[in-house]
């Protein structure tokens, strides 16, 4: 069996994972791993910020440099990381209640300064890790723990709430559509300011059994009923069509307002600094420093290795013991994975 080409950047260390079967969190894993890949993306120059709730482990399970924060706080702690080195591409992994409940503020005041980040926000509607209460993106009438006779109150909605306050790009898919999912997840990897991917995604376990909604397909043919495309939509309001009970998907905004990155000055200062380093290397002192972190790579490579071969065969960690080769290696993981 062939590799996936997103298969190695997962954390096969870090099996079994924590979702559940069914779970459309792996949806959104599957289609932000595609666009990474698809848009060649180096791995050393992302780094992921989540904060807390089923959605916010998936950094977890990504071999890539990654923050698990307080709940709520992903978007303050990706604000710091951005200030601090403009150069990274940090992507945060958030909940409809880490991001639009706890996390409220941190969201308006990072969509009006158009920080540059980009937001990833699984919306399954309920508070998913702590066993299914009422978020603020519950939809009227389901029910929750903690709304057991049917959710009185009207949801937030969240993509709208990001234009209103100033985003760059903001999209909203749901899991029946996984191709649109990675194709605005890569739009917004490659914009400028904030940019926002939201997810609506299915909860079997702590939200669909509680509203006749069983299971994953159950949950996704929901989706495909109730949703609706933003062109449809405006015509379908246009000829009188009643669709308060759908929601509407699409791309909301695409635009190019300067990010806060560009009116602090950090993209000249970040450019000046990278032009200075290169300028006073001379091109021995350059082929030198190449070296130095092509063996890093190796180095890290190894270790990964090592970890993974703790998984592999006795063949494997044979190899591996006798610092054998690590094209080898790899070779034989391959074989032994079937
Ligand atoms: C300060 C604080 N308050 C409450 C909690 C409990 N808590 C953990 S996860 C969570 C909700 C997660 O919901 P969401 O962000 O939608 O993620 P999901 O699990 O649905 O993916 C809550 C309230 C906490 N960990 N910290
Ligand atoms: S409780 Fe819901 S959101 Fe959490 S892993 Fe299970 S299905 Fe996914
Ligand atoms: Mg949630």
Same mark, same amino acid.
């Given at each position: ?10 954390? +096969? ?13 792996? #949806? ?29 482990? #998936? ?9 698990? *924060?307080?709940?709520?706080?992903? #978007?303050?702690?990706? /604000? ?13 992994? /958030? ?12 969201? @308006? ?20 890790? /702590? ?6 993106? /519950? ?5 929750? *723990? ?66 006749? @909604? ?58 000046? +600094? ?47 013991? @006798? ?16």
């Amino acid at each position: 069996m062939s590799m996936h080409p997103s298969e190695p950047l997962l954390r +096969r260390d870090r099996l079994p994972h924590i979702l559940c079967e069914g779970c459309g969190d792996g #949806i959104i894993v599957n289609a932000l791993l595609e666009a990474i890949v698809e848009l060649n993306l180096p791995r050393e120059k992302i780094v992921f910020v989540s904060g807390i709730g089923c959605s916010s482990r #998936i950094p977890g399970y990504l071999l890539f440099d990654s923050l698990h *924060t307080t709940h709520g706080r992903p #978007i303050a702690f990706a /604000t710091g990381i951005k200030l601090a080195n403009p150069e990274l591409k940090v992507i945060v992994i /958030t909940g409809d209640g880490d991001m639009a409940s706890i996390g409220g503020n941190h969201f @308006l005041h990072a969509a009006r300064r158009n920080i540059d980040m980009t937001v990833i926000c699984s919306n399954n509607y309920t508070y998913g890790m /702590t066993g299914g209460q009422v978020s603020p993106t /519950t939809p009227r009438g389901w029910r929750t *723990t903690t709304s057991p006779y049917g959710n009185a109150e009207p949801p937030m909605d969240i993509a709208r709430v990001a234009v209103a306050a100033g985003a760059n790009y903001v999209a909203r898919w749901s899991t029946a559509s996984p191709l649109q999912i990675k194709e605005s997840i890569k739009k917004a990897l490659t914009k400028e300011g904030f940019t926002l991917v939201e997810v609506l995604t299915q909860c079997p376990t702590a939200l669909g059994r509680r509203n006749k @909604l069983r299971t994953a397909v159950d949950m996704l043919r929901w989706y495909k009923e109730n949703t609706v495309a933003l062109h449809h939509a405006q015509e379908l309001e246009e000829q009188g069509v009643d669709l308060s009970a759908k929601v509407v998907v699409g791309e909301f905004v695409d635009r190019d307002r300067p990010g806060l990155v560009r009116l602090l000055g950090l993209v000249k200062e970040e450019e000046k +600094r990278i032009e200075k380093k290169e300028e006073k290397l001379t091109p021995e002192q350059r082929a030198a420093k190449r070296k130095e972190e092509e063996e890093r790579l190796r180095e890290a490579r190894k270790r990964i290795l090592e970890v993974i071969a703790k998984l592999g065969s006795p063949k494997i960690r044979r190899m591996i013991e @006798l610092g054998g080769d690590v094209e080898k290696i790899e070779k034989e993981l391959v074989k032994h994975e079937g």
